[in-house]
């Protein structure tokens, strides 16, 4: 199998711009069927590529990857939109949607945004065993050995930096008030997808919260059997937004 790295990418749009945000193990590719959805509508949208991301050794991530490096990264994303569109919205997947809820507390400029399927909140999340499928797929399609013990001795520190970042996060979401989307994966096998409802009513000051439940989805609901539905909603709620 070939392997093509997966890059960034950006379309072009008229007055409304759209940050994606993709997950801790993902990529752009994430986002393929949303961008695309959202380009059709009319919107620009830029997805970028978080660093450690996108290569087929999984070590990149833990070594040269941070959520503080990734929080960097989505808040120049969000600058380089505001810059273009006079409004932006802004939407990550999992680890990308931790990103997307503080740039809702913290950056100017932001009209709304949301998460998918997205671990805001702790809870028993099993991140650990996600991660060691992925790195053991992605040794297998580079051909090398299986590098779980090495990987173990770094993933518990990085998660546990993600841990306390979605904390801090978690905390401040009475600055939330723009409207704001929760989509979640109604069998999602990685974050515990109850506390998508409480974070729903710990979004006290937003405008509005539009949720959605995807029953017998999986985690990555941006690409698998109810990634047409979300595009739906998704398209439907920047719609009201736009015309309130």
């Not at 994606?20 to 959805?37: E, Q, V, W």
């Amino acid at each position: 199998m070939i392997f093509r790295k997966p890059q960034p990418f950006e379309y072009e749009g008229t007055d409304i711009g759209v940050v994606l945000l993709h997950a801790y193990t993902g990529s752009p590719n994430d986002m393929n069927f949303m961008a695309r959805a959202l380009q059709r509508a009319g919107y620009g949208v830029y997805v970028p590529l978080f660093a450690g991301h996108g290569t087929l050794e999984p070590m990149d991530i833990l070594m040269k990857g941070s959520p503080d490096i990734w929080w960097a990264e989505a808040s120049a994303a969000v600058a380089h939109m505001t810059a273009k569109y006079a409004r932006v919205f802004v939407f990550g997947l999992s680890l990308g949607g931790i990103f997307a809820v503080k740039a809702l507390e913290k950056l100017p400029g932001i009209t709304a945004g949301g998460v998918f399927s997205s671990p805001i909140l702790p809870g028993k999340h099993h991140l650990v065993p996600g991660f060691l499928k992925y790195a053991q797929y992605m040794n297998r399609l580079a051909n090398k050995p299986d590098e779980s013990t090495q990987i173990l001795a770094y993933l518990p520190a990085q998660l546990a930096a993600i841990d306390q970042f979605a904390t801090e996060v978690a905390a401040d979401l009475d600055l939330v008030k723009q409207p704001t989307f929760i989509g979640q994966a109604g069998e999602d096998e990685l974050v515990d997808g109850r506390l998508a409802y409480q974070l729903r009513d710990a979004l006290v000051n937003a405008a509005r919260v539009d949720f959605h439940w995807y029953d017998h989805a999986k985690h990555v609901i941006t690409v698998n059997s109810a990634h047409h539905a979300l595009e739906q909603d998704v398209i439907e709620f920047m719609q009201q937004e736009n015309e309130g």
